[in-house]
């Protein structure tokens, strides 16, 4: 007897496509996240900094990870006697309501549940139609008229 035919084959096809509404979906939480970080570093009168690796070159032309911190933006700020916060998606603010792209709290306290509703509305999809908005690009006159063009 052979000793694969012991084995049960099968043919297969891993499935790797990912709903890509919920990864769009899991990147805002990701970075609503990390602004509840920017707020509690806001609230003690810190910044929050975020380490990332990357490669460089050293002295002698080697090739070392080197640990570099940069200092994360803050998505609230304040303005008309109070803060604005505002959710974003890669350097798109979004709309959350579908008409305007801030919520306005009258202390920098307040910022921290503001946060909290983004978050739980992102994670039951009720912004999935606002991060699709926002990553939309719309045509400019400028670019429909080039096209007239040729």
Known sequence: MSHLAKLNFKNVVKATARDPVVAKRNKLVAGLEEQKLVFDAAVRGEHHFIERSKWQTDDQGQRVLVKTRRRARAWFFEQ???WY??????ARVIAADRKNNAVFVKTLKEVGSVLDLFIAAARAGEMDAAITAAVTRTRTAAQAEGDDRG
């Open 80 to 82: 008309d006697g109070g």
């Open 85 to 90: 916060v505002q959710a974003r998606y890669g």
